[in-house]
């Protein structure tokens, strides 16, 4: 696929202060207990009190990250709407699940139903910004947020002008203890920045409302180009090793070229071992900051783009850092979701 | 210059048939699957009527050669045995020969089962063979397990914008191809019935406790229905490679937006209008050039409205012949879009448009109205395919009689 990809402008909302502010000042927000949740910012900005009241979390979470990405982007109407999101809006499945159960299914109230689906949050946007173009919505654990990456990065090389991408997940009590019951968590309670300490089965939960502004032409607001992506469905041991210096081959680097690793390690010995593949690289993990979702790999492109544009690193989200990179070129992203869906991306400085 | 996308392989199960072949012989015969549910608990049981595969879950276990495995949903069951029979029939024995992708759709994934035991799940005082469940209840897991059976070692995704999934996963899926990306994928979506979804469309009022009546000025809504299609699709030079029998050809597609309401359309049919035009203009088609619009044709007030808009609007006086044939499958939701991909191809390989059962009186918003008799030795060699869904999604495919 020829073409190319800026990050024209983003935002996040994710359980650190990322939202707005200056990144390098914000302290790391530490949480006692496996469960991470978002930093809320004030939506009233963003969306009508009457709207709002309707809206259930992940929605106004999803709905106001892409609002303000265009905002910072320039860009009024976007020509697409992408997303990624693993579980769409919980809450409202939740709820219509419930509401059918008590009310024996009848006289049910239809908004739980309408925003339990998948693409409500794109919807959103699309009818607030009157966009009338491509919108589409994948939904597929660890590659949710990286196939709506690809579709357009698709969309950029077929000659449309910017694209929204965007993903989004919540976490509720509910869903934190089903996953809890096949092995998602860990037993013993942490707090995010003593992750990892402990090394166990398992690791803790995120969540995040994370967009990006994609467009095909450099500007001088770009914070990043997208340079490469490749995914990887449950790959065997040896086919994981050989990828990953194939895809840098692929995108004429070395493995010195490589200035930074940000890695979804998550002190989960259940599938640590993939990791292994990052032997030498220089690299740092980042879910103590995030917590594990399926699609938090969106949260470690914006990281790593704010790592390009402002060419350091928030030293106070990494204790473990012993010393700034001497360059910050060329960052790669290696994630996994519990093992089965394998993501390289990699970001250059423009 | 990037390839063509050709259809090379069908495989479905409806209401109306657990194959291509028992789908085409029902449509023909004109028989259609709705009735009332022998699967489902719901209250709604003897009084909304839905096209329901007519097989058990055991017995659709053992159809799909999965005879004593555990945690194989409904929706993943439904979307393994039209699997099967799309790559059987595109002459595929080994789906590896070739970097093979799979591009799903579903809307609510394992949901027909897992709401039968989702207050175990969350039930801390609980413990038993549901927790085989736990992981079914996203879309993902029927994609995965269809991919791990077959052995798909291309790209694997879901993609669920509720009633035109599939038509995304398709029109995704040809462009990976044009983008050079793979060669071959696999699309198309799967859907089983459910207490969620049938309450949820009954609580929006949208279900008519008849059957559905498409472009009547009587309808009332529609019904539900399950089932899985997947389509076969292949660049051209793939296809010369292996020499493989072209069915049909995928030369146009496109998604829009309504930016109008989060569940209805708006009155004109903007986005069906934009979606129509500008797939059949990709295709290098003009509006004379299309023989058969198989359309979304829910039933609903709205849709019938906005989409007959829409058509008349894209074609003026010269409307082609159209149909919906969700009266003899009903609403599948993630599967529809597959599902009428099919009839499609089926449409232009046997020169054939099938009706739209129910109708009775036009309706007094349009002017036109729909086929409603089994047009045999007609001449189709373009057909426009719409699925319109939830947050404003309009696709529509323009599928076409492969001539060389």
Redesign the interface.
């Known amino acids: 696929m020829k073409g190319k990809c800026y990050i024209q402008g983003m935002a996040a909302i994710t359980p650190q202060h990322t939202f707005d502010g200056d990144l390098m000042a914000q302290p790391m927000v530490v949480t006692h207990g496996n469960m991470l949740s978002c930093a809320e910012p004030d939506y009233k900005s963003f969306i009508a009190p009457n709207s709002l009241r309707r809206m259930t979390r992940v929605l106004k979470m999803g709905l106001t990250a892409s609002l303000k990405c265009l905002q910072d982007s320039g860009i009024a109407v976007p020509g697409a709407i992408v997303t990624g999101t693993g579980k769409g809006s919980l809450q409202d499945t939740e709820r219509f699940i419930k509401e059918i159960r008590d009310y024996q299914e009848k006289a049910l109230n239809p908004t739980p139903f309408i925003q339990s689906t998948y693409n409500a949050v794109n919807g959103l946007i699309a009818l607030q910004q009157k966009c009338t173009q491509y919108n589409n919505t994948f939904v597929h654990r660890g590659f949710s947020f990286e196939h709506a990456l690809l579709d357009s990065m698709l969309l950029l090389h077929e000659g449309t002008a910017d694209v929204l991408t965007g993903a989004f997940d919540e976490i509720t009590p509910e869903h934190f203890f089903i996953k809890g019951r096949i092995g998602h968590w860990k037993k013993e309670t942490i707090s995010n920045d003593k992750l990892y300490e402990h090394p166990s089965p398992g690791t803790i939960s995120g969540e995040g409302a994370v967009f990006f502004a994609l467009t095909p032409a450099v500007t001088a607001q770009s914070y990043a180009q997208i340079g490469g992506l490749q995914m990887l469905y449950k790959p065997s041991p040896e086919k994981l090793h050989a990828a990953l210096p194939e895809f840098l081959q692929q995108h004429g680097l070395q493995a010195a070229d490589i200035d930074l690793v940000l890695t979804g390690e998550n002190a989960d010995t259940n599938h640590a071992h993939y990791y292994e593949i990052l032997k030498g690289y220089p690299q740092l993990p980042f879910k103590h900051l995030s917590g594990d979702y399926e699609t938090v790999g969106a949260f470690a492109m914006w990281l790593a783009a704010q790592i390009l544009k402002h060419q350091q690193l928030p030293s106070q989200w990494f204790p473990m850092l012993q010393q700034q990179p001497a360059k910050l070129r060329n960052i790669l992203i290696y994630n996994h979701f519990f093992g089965e869906q394998h993501t390289f991306m990699l970001l250059h400085a423009v | 210059m990037a390839e063509r996308v050709f259809i090379t392989g069908l495989g479905m199960i409806t209401a109306i048939g657990d194959n291509v072949a028992d789908n085409l012989r029902s449509l023909r015969a004109q028989e259609s699957g709705l009735g009332f549910t022998r699967q489902l608990d719901?209250?709604?049981k003897e009084v909304l009527p839905v096209a329901e595969v007519k097989h058990t879950t055991a017995e659709l276990l053992a159809m799909a050669g999965m005879t004593g495995r555990e945690g194989f949903t409904r929706t993943t069951l439904l979307g393994l045995i039209a699997m099967q029979e799309a790559l059987k029939h595109a002459g595929i024995s080994d789906v590896q020969d070739e970097v093979t992708g799979f591009i799903n759709a579903?809307?609510v994934g394992g949901m027909c089962d897992t709401?039968n035991v989702?207050?175990d799940?969350?039930d801390?005082e609980k413990s038993g063979d549901f927790?085989n469940y736990?992981?079914t209840l996203?879309?993902?897991d029927c994609?995965?397990r269809i991919?791990?059976t077959i052995g798909?070692d291309g790209?694997?995704?879901?993609?669920?914008?509720?009633c035109s999934s599939s038509a995304?996963a398709l029109m995704?899926g040809a462009?990976?191809i044009k983008?050079?990306?793979v060669r071959r994928v696999v699309c198309g979506g799967t859907e089983a019935l459910t207490?969620?979804t049938l309450?949820?469309f009954?609580?929006?009022k949208n279900v008519d406790k008849r059957p559905c009546s498409p472009f009547d000025q009587d309808r009332n809504g529609l019904n539900l229905g399950e089932g899985a299609a997947y389509l076969v699709l292949e660049s051209e030079s793939l296809v010369k490679e292996r020499n493989a029998a072209v069915l049909a050809t995928l030369d146009g597609y496109a998604?829009?937006?309504?930016?109008?309401?989060?569940?209805a359309p708006s009155p004109e049919g903007?986005?069906a209008y934009?979606a129509m035009k500008t797939a059949m203009e990709m295709g290098g088609c003009t509006p004379s050039d299309i023989q058969y619009v198989n359309v979304h044709g829910t039933a609903t007030l709205s849709n019938d409205v906005a989409e007959g808009m829409a058509l008349q609007r894209l074609f003026g006086e010269n409307v082609p012949k159209f149909s919906s044939t969700k009266p003899f499958t009903g609403h599948t939701l993630a599967a529809a879009g597959g599902i009428e991909a099919i009839y499609a191809v089926l449409a232009i390989s046997h020169q054939t448009i099938f009706p739209n059962l129910h109708f009775k009186d036009k309706m007094e918003e349009l002017y036109i109205t729909p086929e409603t008799q089994l047009l045999e030795q007609y001449p189709v060699r373009h057909v426009l395919s719409n699925s319109f869904?939830?947050?404003?999604?309009n696709a529509s495919l323009l599928i076409s009689k492969y001539e060389g």
């Open positions: 719901t209250i709604y579903s809307t709401e989702y207050f799940i969350a801390p927790l736990i992981d996203d879309c993902a994609t995965q991919a791990d798909f790209p694997v995704t879901t993609i669920s914008t509720a995304n995704y462009r990976l983008a050079g990306f207490r969620f309450n949820g009954n609580s929006l998604n829009t937006n309504e930016a109008f309401h989060p569940t903007d986005g934009a869904g939830f947050g404003g999604n």
